[in-house]
């Protein structure tokens, strides 16, 4: 079984910075895409940021230009780094990963908080 676990959440002012991390651990033979969702209140979940191992990178349009995503294989890490942040960054963040270890997975972290004051 893999399990993701998110850290670095917390309480920031608008125009400030935050540093998302998410690790991967279980069995791993690869991972495929490790990504960042996010779901405030009353909406749906969202892709905020996504990497593939081959280095391809897709970004929702919100946070082009103040959101880095960034992985390192070899620890089985994702990172998201944010800045600019905005009220409106308000949200749950998940960690997403799909690949393979006994069988393929797509798993999900617990979420980790990020809330932006105005």
């Known amino acids: 079984q893999v399990q993701l676990v998110e850290s670095g959440g917390g309480l920031v002012q608008a125009g400030g910075s935050l540093r998302l991390s998410c690790a991967a651990s279980?069995?791993?033979?690869?991972?495929?895409?490790m990504g960042w969702y996010r779901q405030a209140p009353g909406k749906q979940r969202e892709l905020v940021a996504a990497?593939?191992?081959?280095?391809?990178?897709k970004y929702a349009d919100s946070v082009k230009g103040r959101f880095t995503i960034s992985r390192t294989n070899a620890k089985n890490m994702v990172y998201l780094q944010m800045s600019s942040l905005k009220p409106e960054d308000t949200a749950v963040y998940y960690c997403?990963?799909?690949?393979?270890?006994?069988?393929?997975?797509?798993?999900w972290g617990q979420g980790t908080q990020v809330t932006v004051s105005s």
């Open positions: 997403n990963a799909d690949g393979y270890s006994a069988g393929y997975f797509d798993s």
């Open positions: 279980g069995s791993i033979f690869s991972i495929n895409t």
């Open positions: 990497l593939t191992s081959g280095g391809g990178t």
